[in-house]
T-cell receptor
Framework: KQEVTQIPAALSVPEGENLVLNCSFT??????LQWFRQDPGKGLTSLLL?????REQTSGRLNASLDKSSGRSTLYIAASQPGDSATYLC????????FGTGTRLKVLA | KAGVTQTPRYLIKTRGQQVTLSCSPI?????VSWYQQTPGQGLQFLFE???????NKGNFPGRFSGRQFSNSRSEMNVSTLELGDSALYLC??????????????FGPGTRLTVL
């Protein structure tokens, strides 16, 4: 049974810091991995989608990597800003999307 | 291009009642997935529809059901509501016929409170 874990559960950093969020999954048989952000009480916004054949994807200050063999993905956020404060969720695509429990990020001005 | 829309945004019901939630996908998207989000269980997959057919289903009781119409709009229904059904219900649409291989675009959700 696929299980997705995100560590840490919460993170507080000063503005301008570079940071890494982690996502681990137990079964490497995935189609892709997607990173989302969720603002309080809102829906999810897709940030990056990495296909299983890819190693990384970049969008602006965000870079996501995928290592299927080790069951790990990281989301790198460069030069963090207060507007980056949100919960970040990873989801692995099997026959459905299975979500991690999320990392709640707070960037302090 | 309009995003995924969900109605209503908020609902308050009492135990034993039933509820119907609606989701309109992005124009051109044919796959709609439903998720339940609670503080204790996180985001859990309910079901996915494509071309009016349920393609995948999560581990939820039969009280949870859904359907998709020919214009790709989808509804989900929960019968005999229980307190534990209180949650944020999220709908996501994707272009392809296999939602789990494609970028999913989420709506703002419907917040259901069961009293």
């Amino acid at each position: 049974k696929q299980e997705v874990t995100q560590i840490p559960a919460a993170l507080s950093v000063p503005e301008g810091e570079n940071l890494v969020l982690n996502c681990s999954f137990t079964d490497s048989a995935i189609y892709n991995l997607q990173w989302f952000r969720q603002d309080p009480g809102k829906g999810l916004t897709s940030l990056l989608l990495i296909q299983s054949s890819q190693r990384e994807q970049t969008s602006g200050r965000l870079n996501a990597s995928l290592d299927k063999s080790s069951g790990r993905s990281t989301l790198y956020i460069a030069a963090s800003q207060p507007g980056d404060s949100a919960t970040y969720l990873c989801a692995v695509g099997t026959y459905k999307y299975i979500f991690g429990t999320g990392t709640r990020l707070k960037v302090l001005a | 291009k309009a995003g995924v829309t969900q109605t209503p945004r908020y609902l308050i019901k009492t135990r034993g009642q039933q509820v119907t939630l609606s989701c309109s996908p992005i124009s051109g998207h044919r796959s709609v997935s439903w998720y339940q989000q609670t503080p204790g269980q996180g985001l859990q997959f309910l079901f996915e529809y494509f071309s009016e057919t349920q393609r995948n289903k999560g581990n939820f009781p039969g009280r949870f059901s859904g359907r998709q119409f020919s214009n790709s709009r989808s509804e989900m229904n929960v019968s005999t509501l229980e307190l534990g059904d209180s949650a944020l219900y999220l709908c996501a649409s994707s272009r392809s016929g296999q939602a789990f291989t494609d970028t999913q675009y989420f709506g703002p959700g419907t917040r259901l409170t069961v009293l």
